[in-house]
């Protein structure tokens, strides 16, 4: 790589304007290489570098190009956005939601057309529009859309945009083959003047990144990426627009031509016939061909279709591919592609007759926030969780969703009466944006107020080590902790008490039959007999029956049963932070008893390879605690259990079963796994996999596009993985993928 500056420095010569122009061109080649091309020819640190020596050469001489990537970022604040009158207005588009306004919109072109009709069917973006006009190859102003007829103008912060090219050059032939632009498609020449439409927006990946660093630094996030998009279009320092991650495609043209031109080409106008163009392709496809063969970036879905069967088949195609995409859509543009057609069907007050937007069921829906609960887990955590009036959204019905904690309500300010925006989109768990203050006035509105003392026991609230979680202190006296204690005792990879569900646990709880573990072991016959149970069936009005004879014997006989398992099973089994089946097996390989782990402090364990000092802590402190000693003494003591020893380490990994006789359901595109791979990995786990969702299921692992599956899990509050909590389930157990 030469360096340019250097070089000049070397000689003690003056940069000369064709050292100048250089670096301007190297400099532009690239940016296209990165935005248009999308086939980066060298890494970024380069690209900065010769930037910086532009900036130098500038500051040392009076070159200031139009198109030197320096003149993207302007100095000073813009007071206003001045009004621009646009030339030819910026249309609306009419909106279809289902097949039969499909088959109509498609009925009525054929009509006009007389035979089946070509169409050029495009994604429809979520940002905003822009119309940006260039003469003589360089972008002299960029405006929105505003009303249509009047919008504002935002040059210097379009200018800012990297993707949108300061000065049009053509494509060379490998970049056009690259691209896959036919010649007969392409620019031969740079218009003397083009008024090029298109959407602004910011990538999602972007604005995650930049949402979750403005969070970090306690400032205002975007509820979604269209409002971040226009947010930082408005900006008065285009400095700020310049560090928000923008882009642009461009859809239509709405003016193009060389000054040779016959007058009426140049007029604009609904009435002017663009399709007369000497320059310009006569099909919406071929035209966006010859954008892009200008240096503008164009959406890479856009195809060419033909009749009813081709627009359902890019609406589905689109549809199926819409939560991958690294931009939000909200539906289909379908515009018949020959603009001489175009130009016979001419526009509605409004929007064009040609063409319509069929939009996709939304990712964001606004709700009224009824209540936040707080939901205690097994290990205490507690959980804001709000519920929702329920909504359609992202192609799932949501009646709650996750607040995740008090920081997480105090950023987003939410008020129980509210209404808020709930967002399900690209990822799978549905999330609360923000708050819709505009629907504020008049409302009753009542603050979330986060519990002091645990929802479900009543004992003190205390704050994890990263401040942010609280956790319950009841431990084992909290009703919530103590059935999911019993769950989780009872596990197969537990003590393996076959029988004892979900069901049963809340109901033995409930009915105070027992309140702990060691509980378990005081119930007889006579007694479990008369607990009341709902009946399982979905089908019969729910019944409240007793458990019976056959059942409570058949139960009874398993809890005897447990009394004789393995200590590594136990130790798993009292659900100890951090504890899991192989932390389990590894301390009772190195204790032979419960009374000599329960004696270990925390160096003696971490002295134990594998054992880490989060695990070590939390196992101290478990067994500090006195109602998980009472409860260990009376399951000894009373209920003798007759704990064997390890299993044999050489057994291990055989009888690594964690997820025995668990149901899993996967549903969704899984990116990194394949559907059959997930099963195979999961039911090495031991874990069964089933294709439908039913109370009985343990948890449902959603892909991409998870459906009615995933809507299902929702509506039963069973557990939902993402992809993600599979991978790391599988590498807690020592999984290789
Ligand atoms: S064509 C005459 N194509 O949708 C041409 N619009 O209601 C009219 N939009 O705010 C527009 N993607 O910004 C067109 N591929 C696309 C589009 C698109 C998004 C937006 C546009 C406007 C709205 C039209």
Same mark, same amino acid.
């Given at each position: 790589m030469n360096d340019l500056l250097s070089l000049i420095e070397a000689q003690n010569e003056e940069p000369t304007y064709e050292n100048y122009r250089e670096l301007v061109e190297k400099l532009n080649r690239y940016a296209k290489a990165y935005y248009v091309l999308d086939n980066p020819i060298v890494p970024d640190a380069e690209y900065d570098r010769l930037y910086r020596q532009l900036e130098e050469i500038e500051a040392k001489t009076d070159f200031k190009d139009a198109d030197a990537p320096t003149r993207r970022v302007g100095d000073g604040l813009l007071n206003t956005f001045a009004p621009v009158a646009h030339k030819f207005p910026l249309m609306s588009l009419g909106d279809i939601f289902n097949d039969e306004e499909l088959s109509a919109f498609n009925k009525r072109m054929f009509e006009s057309s007389g035979s089946e009709v070509e169409y050029c069917v495009e994604p429809k973006l979520d940002g905003l529009a822009v119309s940006i006009i260039y003469e003589k190859g360089i972008l002299v102003r960029a405006a929105t859309r505003g009303d249509g007829t009047t919008g504002e103008d935002v040059t210097a912060n379009v200018k800012t945009i990297h993707s949108i090219p300061l000065k049009l050059s053509l494509l060379t032939k490998e970049q056009r083959e690259s691209l896959g632009i036919q010649d007969e498609f392409a620019a031969q020449k740079i218009p003397d003047y083009l008024d090029v439409r298109g959407e602004i927006f910011m990538p999602r990946d972007g604005f995650k990144k930049w949402n979750e660093e403005a969070s970090k630094r306690g400032q205002k996030t975007f509820v979604n990426p269209r409002n971040a998009a226009a947010g930082s279009l408005r900006q008065q320092d285009p400095k700020i627009t310049a560090s928000r991650p923008l882009t642009f495609n461009a859809y239509y043209i709405g003016q193009c031509y060389m000054d040779d031109e016959p007058e009426s080409l140049k /007029? #604009? #106008?609904? !009435? @002017? =016939?663009? @399709? !007369? @163009?000497? *320059?310009?392709?006569?099909?919406q496809y071929g035209r966006l061909q010859y954008v892009k063969s200008l240096g503008l970036p164009v959406n890479p879905l856009i195809r060419v279709v033909r009749g009813l069967e081709g627009l359902r088949e890019f609406y589905n195609d689109t549809g199926a591919q819409r939560p991958s995409l690294n931009y939000d859509i909200d539906g289909t543009v379908l515009k018949v592609n020959s603009i001489e057609m175009q130009e016979e069907m001419g526009f509605t007050a409004k929007a064009p007759r040609w063409a319509i937007a069929y939009k996709f069921p939304p990712e964001e829906e606004m709700t009224k926030l009824l209540a936040v609960n707080f939901q205690v887990g097994r290990t205490g955590v507690v959980t804001p969780v709000a519920r929702l009036d329920p909504v359609y959204v992202g192609g799932v019905t949501i009646s709650n969703c996750t607040l995740h904690n008090e920081s997480e309500i105090k950023r987003l300010g939410i008020k129980v009466g509210d209404m808020v925006i709930v967002r399900r989109a690209g990822d799978v768990i549905p999330q609360i944006a923000g708050v819709v203050l505009e629907k504020r006035e008049g409302a009753t509105l009542t603050d979330v107020v986060f519990p002091s003392v645990c929802p479900e026991c009543g004992s003190a609230l205390e704050r994890e080590g990263d401040g942010v979680a609280y956790r319950c202190t009841g431990g084992l006296f909290c009703p919530s902790q103590q059935r999911q204690a019993i769950e989780h005792y009872v596990e197969r990879a537990a003590m393996d008490i076959d029988g004892l569900g979900e069901r049963l646990a809340e109901a033995l709880i409930d009915q105070q039959f *027992?309140?702990? *573990?060691? !509980?378990l072991y005081t119930l007889t016959e006579d007694k479990l007999e008369k607990l009341l149970v709902e009946s399982a069936s979905k089908d019969e009005e729910s019944k409240t029956r007793f458990l019976g004879k056959t059942v409570a014997k058949k139960l009874i006989a398993n809890i005897d049963g @447990? =009394?004789? =398992?393995?200590l590594n099973r136990f130790i798993y089994a009292l659900g100890i932070r951090e504890v899991g089946t192989t932390t389990a097996k590894i301390l009772a390989s190195n204790f032979r008893t419960i009374q000599d782990l329960m004696a270990a402090d925390e160096k003696k364990l971490q002295s134990i390879p594998n054992i880490g000092s989060v695990a070590a802590r939390y196992i101290v402190d478990f067994f500090k605690e006195e109602h998980n000693i009472t409860v260990i003494d009376r399951l000894i003591n009373e209920a003798k259990l007759e704990l064997s020893e390890c299993e044999q380490v050489s057994d291990m990994n055989a009888d690594n079963k964690p997820y025995l006789g668990k149901t899993f359901v996967l549903t969704g595109t899984l990116a990194t796994l394949k559907r059959d791979k997930a099963k195979e990995l999961l039911e090495s786990l031991g874990a069964k996999v089933s294709g439908s969702v039913s109370k009985k299921t343990f948890a449902v692992v959603a892909g /991409? /596009?998870? #459906?009615s599956k995933l809507d299902k899990a929702n509506e039963l509050g069973i557990t939902v993985y993402s992809e993600e909590d599979l991978l790391n389930i599988l590498k807690e157990n020592n999984i290789t993928i």
């Open positions: /007029e #604009g #106008g609904l !009435d @002017s =016939r663009s @399709s !007369d @163009s000497t *320059i310009m392709p006569h099909t *027992i309140h702990n *573990i060691a !509980d @447990s =009394r004789k =398992r393995p /991409e /596009e998870a #459906g």
